[in-house]
């Protein structure tokens, strides 16, 4: 006999592959948004340190970089974030801790050019996502305008099956 390991909560499989709402949507895009920031910190102290140890120290001056990059930094890389991780797996990192995942009209991963203009859609219009609560469909603009649905997905790998023991 063999037993079957489903990695899905026996809670949540009533809502596996069913579109996700709008709290989970806004969770999700809120752990993202701290990955971001957390990255560019720490992309600053690494820039802070190097130019320490190479520039000599003109007294205790906190090195800054140009007011341009300080403003194009967080929408780009949230940008390029979101862009790889969809068109790689169709989830974010806010995404996998929430169950979410993105995918087109035929419930397939997103291909490049998809991911990568719902990403600016997302960054340059985040109000977007509101729609989710009057949408009957549970899409919000970006997902009308590219064509893709949010789904609640626990599994590793689409189209996964529970793992024989």
């Keep these: 006999m063999t037993a079957r390991v489903d990695p899905i909560p026996q809670e949540a499989r009533v809502f596996q592959r069913r579109r996700a709402g709008l709290v989970t949507r806004a969770a999700a895009a809120g752990i993202d948004i701290a990955a971001v920031l957390l990255a560019l910190i720490l992309a600053y102290l690494v820039f802070a340190v190097v130019v320490v140890l190479l520039v000599p120290p003109r007294g205790l001056q906190v090195p800054l970089p140009p007011q ?4 194009a930094a967080g929408p780009v890389t949230m940008t390029l974030y979101l ?3 969809w068109h790689r797996s169709g989830r974010s ?3 996998l801790v929430m169950g979410l995942r993105v995918v087109n009209r035929r419930s397939q991963g997103l291909g490049l050019g998809a991911a ?3 990403a600016v859609l997302t960054v340059v219009f985040p109000l977007g996502l509101a729609w989710v609560a009057v949408s009957r469909r549970n899409r919000s603009i970006q997902d ?3 064509g893709t649905s949010v789904l609640y997905d626990w599994t590793v ?5 529970p793992v024989p023991l």
């Design 68 to 71: 341009w990059l300080v403003l």
């Design 83 to 85: 862009t790889v991780c």
């Design 93 to 95: 990192y806010g995404g």
């Design 116 to 118: 990568f203009l719902r």
């Design 144 to 146: 009308i305008v590219v």
């Design 157 to 161: 790998r689409p189209g996964a099956s």
